[in-house]
């Protein structure tokens, strides 16, 4: 059984950064399959970052790129979000999960095994 847990989240200035770390237990060898989403208060949840592609390119959100960026860490089973340049926009819970499939797209109705969030605070 895949368990994820997320880390990382705070409160930060705008122009701040944050690395968001996403432990996974049990995930074998599909740690390419975790994504990253974000909830705001009174919003529906969405997709952040995830990798979609065989060639292991990762995809974006539009209001996240060039100033987030995710890496896997396959020796310790975890996957990073770093977060630059923060904007009060970014305020949401974040939470990583694990795409039912081994390809497709980065939507949250692809996901399951979610984590239980970390709280990210941008506010001056």
């Known amino acids: 059984q895949v368990q994820l847990v997320e880390s990382g989240g705070g409160l930060v200035h705008p122009g701040g950064s944050l690395l968001l770390s996403c432990a996974a237990s049990?995930?074998?060898?599909?740690?390419?399959?975790i994504g990253w989403f974000r909830q705001a208060p009174g919003k529906e949840r969405e997709e952040v970052s995830c990798?979609?592609?065989?060639?292991?390119?990762?995809w974006y959100d539009a209001s996240v790129r060039g100033r987030f960026s995710m890496t896997r860490d396959e020796t310790k089973k975890t996957v990073h979000l770093q977060m630059n340049n923060l904007k009060a926009a970014d305020t949401a819970t974040y939470y990583c999960?694990?795409?039912?499939?081994?390809?497709?797209?980065?939507?949250?109705?692809?996901?399951?095994?979610w984590g239980q969030g970390t709280r990210v605070t941008v506010s001056s």
């Open positions: 990798t979609s592609r065989a060639d292991g390119t990762a």
């Open positions: 999960a694990r795409r039912r499939m081994a390809w497709g797209g980065c939507h949250p109705s692809l996901y399951d095994s």
């Open positions: 049990g995930i074998g060898d599909d740690l390419y399959r």
